[in-house]
C-alpha cells in the first residue's frame, strides 16, 4: 500500500460532500453577508454599495428585538435545565435496566412533527380550550385570561420543544460518573447534598454546557413558537420571525440578511468558546 | 440518595414531566378521531374514523405528502452516500484540512436553522433560481450531511481494523475487502443515519419553507392548513406517523436487546 492512490483516497471520499456543503452552506452564509452590504431593490436590483451602515441601523432599529429573543431563548434555556436536570438524573441512576426504554419514552413525542405539536399546544392553551377554558367554566379564572400571545406563553413553546435537547447529553454526563467517586465522599462523611453538590453536579458540567448550548441556539433563532402559540403578536416576535417577514413577505433583503448575519455571527462566538474547550474533534464526536 | 427523594420525589417528578411530554400527542390522538362541524376542530363532537379514510382520496394533503416522501427518500440516500464517505475518510485516513472539515460539518448543525433556509435563499435570488422541488431537494440533502457524518463517525470510532487486515493476509484486494468486511459491519451505522436524515427531512418546515417557492410540503401544507384551528385530517396523520414510529424504534429496542449490542442504541429524533 501507500503510494499517491492511498493519498489521494481521503480527498476522493470527502468530495462530493464537502463540496456540497462548501456550495450550499459555506457559499451562501458569505452571500448572505455580501447581501446585507447591498442597496437597492427586488425590481430594480441590488448593487454592491459597501453599506456597513445597515447594521447600526438594524441594532437601533432591531436592538430591542434581539434583546428579546436572547431574553425568551435564556428563560426556555433555564427552565429546560430545571426540569430536565431531574430527569436526566433520575433516568441515569435510578433507571436501572430499563434506561434505554426510559429514554425512548422521554423522546417519543418528538416523534410527531414539530409544526403538529405546537398547533395542539396552541389549542390546549387556547383562551377556551381544554385548560383555561375549563379553569373558566369553574369560575377559577378571570374570563377575561389569555395565555396565548404573551411571552410566557412563546417561552412555555420553547422550553416544550427544547426539552429533549438538553435532556439526552445530560443523561450521557451522568451516565459516565463513575459511582465510585459518589460512595467515597459518603465514607468519607460528606451528606448526600454535599456529594451531589462537591461531585455529582461538577462532573456533569459538559452535559450542562452541550445541553444549554443546544437548547439556546436552535430557540433563539425559532420563529415557529412565537408564530404559533405566540398567535403572531408583535409584541412577542422574535428575531427569527422578523427575519422570515423581512425575507418572504417584505422582501427587504439587505436588511433581513443583516439580521441574519447578526444572528449566526452571535451563535459562532459561542460555538468558538465551546470549541475552545472541546476542540474540532470534540464537536463532531 | 436519601431513600424518600430517590424513591418518590424523583420518579414522581419525572413522570410528571413525561405526562407534560405527552400532553399534546394525547390531545392529538384524541383529536384524530373527532368529528367536527364546521372547519374548528376546538371541541370534542363525537368519535369517528372518517378522518382516517378521506386523506388518501384528497389530492390537496396526498401531493404535498407525494412531495415530502420524494424528497426524503432521495435526499436521505444522497446524504448518507456523501456521509458515509466523509466519515470514513474522517477515521480512516490522515490528511490535511480536517480542523477545517470537521468546521463545515459542525456549523451547519449549530446554526438556527433560519440562517441556513436564509442564507439558502440569498444563493437562489442571487442565481436567480426558481425555488421548487429542486431547490427543496438541495437544502435537504445540504442539512442531512452533517448528522449523516457524525452518526456514522460514532461507530466507525470503535472499529476492530484487524479483521480488515485479516482479509488482506487472506489475499483479498482492497475492494473486496470494503464489501465483504467493512461495509457489512458498519452497515447498522448506515442504516441509523439514514433513518435520522429521513426523519428530519420529512419533518423539516423551516429550512423548506425558504426554498419551496410554490411547491408544498407535508409540514408546509400543515402549518397553511391550520391558520384558524388544526383539521382532524392533520391529527390524523399525526397520528399516523406516530404509530408507525412507534412500532418502528419499539422492533429496534426489541431486536438490540436479543442482539444484547450496540444495535439497540436510540435514534436521535429529529424535533426540530
Known amino acids: 500500500m501507500g503510494g499517491g492512490r492511498r493519498r489521494l483516497t481521503p480527498y476522493l471520499l470527502l468530495l462530493p460532500g464537502a463540496a456540497w456543503l462548501l456550495v450550499f452552506f459555506a457559499v451562501p452564509m458569505a452571500l448572505m453577508l455580501v447581501m446585507s452590504l447591498q442597496q437597492g431593490s427586488v425590481s430594480g436590483g441590488y448593487h454592491l454599495t459597501w ?43 435510578y433507571g436501572g435496566r430499563l434506561k434505554n426504554a426510559l429514554l425512548l419514552v422521554v423522546i417519543m413525542p418528538f416523534f410527531v412533527s414539530f409544526v403538529i405539536r405546537t398547533l395542539n399546544w396552541r389549542m390546549v392553551l387556547s383562551d377556551n380550550g381544554l385548560v383555561f377554558g375549563t379553569l373558566k367554566d369553574l369560575g377559577w379564572l378571570d374570563p377575561a385570561f389569555r395565555f396565548l400571545a404573551t411571552p410566557a406563553s412563546v417561552i412555555f413553546g420553547l422550553t416544550y420543544n427544547f426539552l429533549p435537547f438538553m435532556v439526552l447529553p445530560l443523561y450521557v454526563a451522568l451516565e459516565k460518573i463513575d459511582r465510585r467517586m459518589i460512595e467515597a465522599a459518603g465514607d468519607l462523611y460528606a451528606n448526600r447534598a454535599r456529594a451531589f453538590l462537591r461531585i455529582t453536579f461538577p462532573l456533569s458540567l459538559p452535559g450542562v454546557v452541550a445541553g444549554s448550548l443546544l437548547t439556546f441556539i436552535p430557540a433563539v433563532g425559532d420563529f415557529i413558537n412565537a408564530d404559533i402559540i405566540g398567535a403572531r403578536n408583535p409584541e412577542v ?15 427587504d433583503f439587505p436588511a ?30 | 440518595m436519601s431513600s424518600r427523594v430517590g424513591r418518590w420525589l ?3 417528578f419525572t413522570a410528571l414531566v413525561v405526562a407534560f411530554l405527552f400532553a399534546p400527542i394525547v390531545v392529538m390522538i384524541a383529536f384524530s378521531f373527532n368529528n367536527p362541524r364546521g372547519h ?22 396526498t401531493d404535498p405528502m407525494v412531495t415530502s416522501l420524494t424528497v426524503a427518500i432521495v435526499s436521505t440516500v444522497v446524504a448518507t452516500a456523501f456521509g458515509t464517505m466523509i466519515a470514513l475518510a474522517l477515521t480512516r485516513y490522515e490528511f490535511s484540512g480536517r480542523g477545517a472539515l470537521n468546521l463545515l460539518i459542525f456549523i451547519p448543525m449549530s446554526a438556527p436553522e433560519i440562517i ?21 431537494l438541495v437544502a435537504h440533502i445540504m442539512f442531512n450531511i452533517s448528522y449523516v457524518v457524525v452518526t456514522i463517525r460514532a461507530r466507525l470510532i470503535g472499529f476492530n481494523k484487524s479483521l480488515e487486515e485479516a482479509g488482506m493476509d487472506l489475499y483479498a484486494n482492497e475492494r473486496t475487502v470494503f464489501w465483504k468486511v467493512t461495509f457489512p459491519l458498519i452497515f447498522p451505522g448506515i442504516l441509523a443515519a439514514a433513518l435520522l436524515a429521513f426523519a428530519l427531512s ?29 383539521p382532524p385530517e392533520v391529527n390524523a396523520l399525526g397520528t399516523l406517523f406516530f404509530m408507525i414510529a412507534f412500532v418502528f424504534i419499539a422492533v429496534q429496542v426489541w431486536a438490540g436487546r436479543r442482539g444484547q449490542g450496540e444495535a439497540g442504541a436510540p435514534v436521535p429524533v429529529a424535533s426540530r
Do not use: C, K
Open chain 2, 116 to 136: 441556513l433556509g436564509a442564507s439558502l435563499l440569498t444563493l437562489w435570488v442571487s442565481l436567480g433560481a426558481g425555488r421548487g422541488f429542486l431547490t427543496i
Open chain 1, 51 to 93: 453599506n456597513w451602515g445597515i447594521y447600526p441601523e438594524v441594532a437601533g432599529q432591531y436592538g430591542n428585538l434581539f434583546i428579546r429573543s436572547i431574553g425568551f431563548a435564556l428563560t426556555a434555556t433555564v427552565l429546560t435545565l430545571a426540569i430536565g436536570y431531574p430527569v436526566a438524573y433520575t433516568i441515569a441512576f
Open chain 1, 256 to 285: 433581513a440578511a443583516a439580521l441574519g448575519f447578526v444572528l449566526v455571527a452571535g451563535t459562532m462566538f459561542l460555538v468558538g468558546l465551546y470549541t475552545l474547550v472541546v476542540g474540532t474533534e470534540g464537536l463532531t464526536s
Open chain 1, 237 to 251: 416576535a422574535m428575531v427569527g420571525n422578523v427575519i422570515q417577514r423581512l425575507f418572504l413577505s417584505v422582501n
Open chain 2, 40 to 61: 374548528q376542530n376546538i371541541t370534542w363532537q363525537g368519535f369517528t374514523l372518517d378522518n382516517y379514510l378521506t386523506i388518501w382520496s384528497r389530492p390537496d394533503i
Open chain 2, 10 to 12: 424523583l420518579p414522581g
Open chain 2, 202 to 230: 420529512i419533518d423539516d418546515y423551516i429550512i423548506t419553507l425558504f426554498s419551496a417557492g410554490h411547491t408544498v410540503t407535508f409540514p408546509l401544507w400543515v402549518y397553511g392548513a391550520s391558520r384558524i384551528g388544526i
